[in-house]
């Protein structure tokens, strides 16, 4: 299993950013698949999900500004935030329920 996440970076607060993840050596299209992120001397924590059959589930802390999708032909998941304020600096982690994780991307949300 691979995960490689990509599109981190720094954005201002209200701010949008869009994170992918590549992923390959499963079946993509069977399997689950979410976010999770860890700030800075933080646990990590879940952020979203999406089902092999497209249901989505958001952390409250992020629900109405992130969206979570997949693009079944290319093997992506994406995470599209929205409005984002200085608590959403974290590394966002891809996931393949339950224990496959990519390596992660830094985003930093300055005041």
């Known amino acids: 299993v691979q995960l490689q996440a990509s599109g981190g970076g720094l954005v201002q607060t209200g701010g949008s950013l869009r994170l992918s993840c590549a992923a390959s050596?499963?079946?993509?299209?069977?399997?689950?698949m979410a976010w999770y992120r860890q700030a800075p001397g933080k646990q990590r924590e879940f952020v979203a999900n999406?089902?092999?059959?497209?249901?989505?589930n958001y952390a409250d802390s992020v629900k109405g500004r992130f969206t979570i999708s997949r693009d079944w032909a290319r093997r992506t998941v994406s995470l599209q935030m929205n409005s984002l304020n200085v608590e959403d600096t974290a590394v966002y982690y891809c996931?393949?329920?339950?224990?496959?994780w990519g390596q992660g991307t830094l985003v930093t949300v300055s005041s």
């Open positions: 050596g499963f079946i993509f299209k069977y399997n689950a």
């Open positions: 996931n393949r329920p339950p224990d496959s």
């Open positions: 999406i089902t092999s059959g497209g249901q989505t």
